[in-house]
């Protein structure tokens, strides 16, 4: 792979603005105030275009990027924006075993940094959904190696396996065949 993913809309993003989108996805999921200035999500919006996603919404922020304030004044703009670049915000106010599904897909797209979706995993949908095996051996995965019976940490690709298997139950669950959400 050269770095590059495509996202929803057909467009190329390189490796770092991909983790950009995702982190302040993570940040949204656990409901933490956006980090960072009105300028920074300007300029994300600058690279989003630079990089060849042009919506109304990524305009928009773009003309915010000479505005002084903290990011959360622009919030719903920076979820419009994330939406747009196949980003969406989970919505955790739906039914859990979705919700579920949703967190353990963004971790498995790499929309999702693992570490923001395994804590929601593990502190939130285990218990809403009674605590399916497959989140528990996703628990295990670190639990493990911080109890040092592994001697090395679980590799991404082994939390992005994990996550499969719990979008795949979730599925299971709610009797579809597709894993997108709803």
């Known amino acids: 792979m050269n770095g590059l993913v495509r996202d929803t809309a057909g467009v190329e993003l ?15 999921l656990h409901e933490r105030p956006l980090q960072g200035t009105v300028p920074d999500a300007g300029w994300l919006a600058c690279d989003l275009l630079e990089a060849g996603l042009d919506t109304p919404a990524i305009q928009e922020l773009i003309e915010q990027t000479l505005s002084i304030g903290p990011m959360s004044e622009v919030e719903p703009l920076v979820r419009r924006v994330l939406a747009e670049a196949g980003f969406p915000p989970i919505d955790v106010q739906r039914d859990p075993w979705v919700v579920a599904r949703d967190v ?26 009674g605590h399916p095996s497959e989140i528990t051996e996703f628990m295990l995965l670190m639990d493990d190696w911080q109890a040092r019976c592994r001697t090395e940490p679980p590799a991404d690709d082994e939390f992005r396996e994990q996550a499969a298997k719990i979008v795949e139950a979730v599925n299971r669950h709610l009797g579809t065949e597709a894993g997108g959400g709803t």
């Open 14 to 28: 390189s490796a770092d603005l991909r983790n950009r989108l995702a982190e302040l996805r993570g940040g949204l």
């Open 104 to 129: 353990a897909q963004g971790i498995v797209e790499g929309s999702l940094p693992i570490s923001d979706g395994a804590n929601y995993l593990i502190w939130q949908s285990m218990d809403e959904c």
